[in-house]
């Protein structure tokens, strides 16, 4: 019952913020604010579930890790929307919609984008939820402070993925070109790769809970989604038709995991 009480409140909660960004999205025209949203809502799931307990080292834990992950992957996507403009992948989405299925933007919108963001957020956020609902063991094991130093070497090497593609970019005699040195060098997809840090680091920490580990279907929905659905899939298929050298560079570079480039 305490388990479906909290989740419950927590469904409610993830529903009427939804409804909300979405509300003002009607008045932008514009739903790239869902990306920063997606990394906020962790956040806000988090510590809806840490104010309906007492605190205890592991809420405190999973708390303020998914907090900073959400602070800082939130906020650099907030930056990348106001200095980027609206994303193409939601315009043309918006598009195809009134073309295809003569949807306007409101519908579109809500089917396409939120009514799908908001259960693949509140299950992704499962092991800041259920790794906060059982009191014990109260003290944090090995398997904890694991988790916690692989989410924090997920933020950083995310955190430096970033910093690197946001200088490459900057940068206009890189116009055209891939990015192929850093990280970048290692993985097609560093931050993708830290991503999945984070939040399999999150799960180490609530899985020394019982109800905890049943949370394991959040990360692996994640990696699942970032390996194969939207995140690189989709990425790399636009690449391939915009970026010459693309194709050479996915022979030479791992997909996912890191590992050093091959020889041409």
């Not at 990348?80 to 073309?99: L, N, T």
């Not at 003569?102 to 790794?131: D, N, Y």
């Not at 924090?152 to 993925?161: D, N, P, Q, R």
Request: with cysteine; aromatic share 14%; charged share 15%.
């Amino acid at each position: 019952m305490q388990v479906a009480q909290v989740l419950l409140i927590n469904i409610v909660v993830v529903c009427a913020v939804f409804l909300s960004l979405w509300a003002l999205c009607l008045k932008w025209k514009d739903v790239t604010i869902v990306d920063s949203y997606w990394a906020i809502g962790m956040a806000i799931l988090a510590l809806s579930t840490f104010l309906q307990f007492d605190p205890s080292p592991r809420r405190w834990l999973l708390l303020s890790l998914c907090a900073l992950w959400a602070i800082r992957l939130g906020g650099y996507l907030f930056w990348r929307w106001r200095d980027h403009g609206p994303d193409r992948r939601y315009v043309r989405m918006m598009e195809k919609a009134q073309e295809q299925r003569g949807w306007g933007f409101a519908k579109a919108s809500l089917l396409l984008v939120f009514v799908t963001q908001a259960p693949l957020q509140f299950i992704v956020a499962l092991p800041v939820q259920l790794g906060q609902i059982s009191a014990a063991p109260v003290a944090l094991g090995w398997l904890a402070w694991t988790g916690a130093a692989l989410a924090l070497f997920g933020i950083a090497f995310e955190s430096v993925a970033d910093l690197q593609l946001t200088a490459f970019r900057k940068n206009p005699d890189n116009a055209g070109k891939v990015l192929s040195s850093g990280l970048w060098s290692y993985t097609r997809h560093p931050n993708y790769f830290g991503d999945a840090c984070v939040w399999w680091g999150l799960y180490l920490i609530a899985a020394e809970t019982t109800i905890g580990l049943f949370s394991v279907i959040g990360p692996l929905l994640l990696t699942w989604t970032l390996m194969k659905w939207s995140g690189a899939p989709t990425l790399e298929y636009r690449m391939r038709k915009t970026k010459p050298g693309y194709i050479e560079y996915i022979e030479r570079t791992s997909g996912f995991f890191p590992w050093p480039p091959k020889k041409a």
